[in-house]
């Protein structure tokens, strides 16, 4: 008796529950239309994607057998938490070089490029719909032992021969992203600046306020979403790269989206693969979490 009564208490539950999302899907087809798209083109190919990480290999073929083998080898492997720790550090270190270079940047746009701001703009997105990989080869034409900056420092007798701190190294590889990611840190934070009213900034003056206390108090609070956002574009992007790496890095510029991409090429280990790349997704959607904690607090 009592286990039939609690069959129909989880029947009229489920009956709730299933009326509580028919009601929320009947406000607009569209939204029903949304959440299939988004379930078909997005969601079962991730979690199909993911399900690899269960399984294993042998020689060149996947077992498709539950195992949590693979997260096991992330664990005592040797290489790939230490690879992983320097790779965050690499991200990190992007990041902040990009805020500390792009917040002036967007500031002086915002508040003393007056009409030539959105042209200035323009510039610095045309870059982003470039070719990744042409803008690496620019990068390392740029960088390398012939390129622009040895002879700028060759001619101003700085150095008496090329230098390989630019060139297939970890400098290599920070140079290389903050150049190519500080576009994505400027315009979220060039946004942020250009909503202040400008007569909540002639006010701080009005009362008292000297120019630094001013952004200190008003201008940086108010922006600081902006280019909370725009840091964390830049550091996710920066902690999956592998094309950068592979590229102007060298050996010493190993990476863990490089262990990534040598799991799913030559290794041929895609359970492997799957793995490190889910625990980057993971590491990924905590860092967006946070933002958003981050964000609405601010």
Known sequence: MINLI????????????????????QSSIWTIVSF???????????FSFLSYSFFTVDNVEIIHEFSLYNFKEFLTGEIYIPTFF????????????????????AYFL???????KYFILLILIIP???????????????LGYSGLINKLLM??????????????????????????LLPLIIIPTFTSLEKIPRNIIEATYDIGCKPFQSFRFVIFPISLPGLIVGAVFVF????????????????????????????FGMAFNWPFGTAL????????VLIILLTNYLTRKT
Not at 137 to 142: A, G, K
Not at 161 to 175: D, G, K, R, T
Request: charge should be neutral; proline fraction near 3%; charged fraction near 5%.
């Open 86 to 105: 320097r790779t965050l550090l690499l991200a990190l270190t992007v990041m902040i070089a990009c805020m500390i270079t792009g917040y002036p940047i």
């Open 277 to 284: 790349a889910s625990i980057l997704l993971i590491v990924s």
């Open 6 to 25: 609690f069959i129909l208490i989880l029947i009229l539950e489920i009956c709730l529950l299933m009326t509580n999302i028919i009601n929320y899907f």
């Open 36 to 46: 299939i798209m988004v379930t078909i083109i997005i969601l079962i190919p991730l």
């Open 236 to 263: 996710i992007l920066a902690l999956g790269d592998f094309v950068t790496p592979q590229l102007v890095g060298g050996t010493s510029g190993f990476t863990y989206g490089k262990i990534i991409y040598s799991n």
């Open 128 to 142: 982003l719909f470039m070719s990744y990989i042409i803008k690496i080869y620019m990068m390392r034409s740029i």
């Open 110 to 116: 915002a508040m003393y490029a007056h009409r030539s």
């Open 155 to 180: 001619m101003c007798g700085i150095i008496s021969e090329p230098s390989e701190f630019f060139l297939y190294n970890q400098n290599a590889v920070i140079i290389t992203l903050i150049i190519i």
